[in-house]
């Protein structure tokens, strides 16, 4: 968070927080962690109050430019995504169809921009000159969301054992356990002791997470 704040303070930027809720919140919701293949924290938490926020602004007749610093070479899902794109004006339903109308760019005229789609890495560290969050630093390769919930589980491990926010989020998770009845991809698999208990349905199981203790 401090780097955020440094990073308004650089550009001269004013910070809009959009609050939607917490990773915890929508746990409790999903009856699930957050995993690769469901991604509802993103969803839930950035993509549609950050949508709302923008069709509003553009409705009150700005002219709204959203900006996003994703790149095709982060992973192959995103080179298969945005490989062919650079760094022109699109529209949002162009970057992500499935989460943007058509309406939002052909009607409110909302545009979106990839300055460094095309970059590699390298890059990026050349451009920033030391200026980087120093997350990277210690070794973790996204930082968007620390920890993120949807990662691996050895980028979890990583960030629950980092300092006293990895720690603390290791806490708030391990609170869930009783509200997590359906895993498809565990919160710390390697860590996490899995019992399915009867079920009412025959259909259903009930999930029980089991945690170790968190070793430092």
Same mark, same amino acid.
């Given at each position: #968070?401090?780097?955020?704040l440094?990073?308004?303070?650089?550009? =001269?930027?004013?910070? @809009?927080?959009?609050?939607a809720?917490? *990773? !915890?919140?929508?746990?409790?919701?999903?009856?699930?962690?957050?995993?690769?293949?469901?991604?509802?924290?993103?969803?839930?938490?950035?993509?549609?109050?950050?949508?709302?926020?923008?069709?509003?602004k553009?409705?009150?007749?700005?002219?709204?430019?959203?900006?996003?610093?994703?790149?095709?070479?982060?992973s192959?899902?995103?080179?298969?995504?945005?490989?062919t794109?650079?760094?022109?004006?699109?529209?949002?339903?162009? #970057?992500?169809?499935?989460?943007y109308?058509?309406?939002?760019? =052909?009607?409110?005229? @909302?545009?979106?921009?990839?300055p460094? *789609? !095309?970059?590699?890495?390298?890059?990026?560290?050349?451009?920033?000159?030391?200026?980087?969050?120093?997350?990277?630093?210690?070794?973790?390769?996204?930082?968007?969301?620390?920890?993120?919930?949807?990662?691996?589980?050895?980028?979890?491990?990583?960030?629950?054992?980092?300092?006293?926010?990895?720690?603390l989020?290791?806490?708030?998770?391990?609170?869930l356990e009783?509200?997590?009845?359906?895993?498809?991809?565990?919160?710390?698999?390697?860590?996490?002791?899995?019992?399915?208990?009867?079920?009412?349905?025959?259909?259903?199981?009930?999930?029980?997470?089991?945690?170790?203790?968190?070793?430092?």
């Open positions: #968070y401090a780097h955020i440094t990073m308004c303070e650089l550009y =001269n930027l004013e910070l @809009v927080v959009l609050n809720g917490s *990773v !915890e919140s929508k746990v409790i919701q999903h009856k699930r962690f957050p995993s690769d293949n469901a991604r509802f924290c993103t969803a839930q938490l950035k993509i549609i109050p950050a949508k709302k926020w923008i069709i509003e553009a409705i009150e007749g700005y002219r709204v430019i959203s900006y996003i610093g994703v790149r095709a070479s982060e192959p899902k995103r080179t298969a995504r945005y490989g794109f650079d760094a022109a004006l699109i529209t949002p339903y162009e #970057y992500l169809p499935s989460q109308p058509r309406y939002m760019g =052909n009607e409110l005229q @909302v545009c979106i921009c990839l460094i *789609v !095309e970059w590699s890495t390298a890059d990026v560290f050349e451009y920033l000159d030391g200026s980087h969050n120093p997350l990277y630093d210690h070794g973790f390769e996204s930082v968007g969301c620390f920890p993120c919930m949807a990662g691996g589980d050895t980028w979890k491990h990583k960030a629950f054992s980092f300092d006293h926010i990895g720690e989020h290791y806490t708030k998770m391990k609170a009783p509200y997590v009845y359906r895993i498809s991809t565990t919160l710390f698999s390697q860590v996490l002791k899995v019992k399915r208990k009867n079920a009412k349905s025959p259909k259903m199981g009930v999930v029980s997470v089991q945690f170790k203790e968190h070793i430092k």
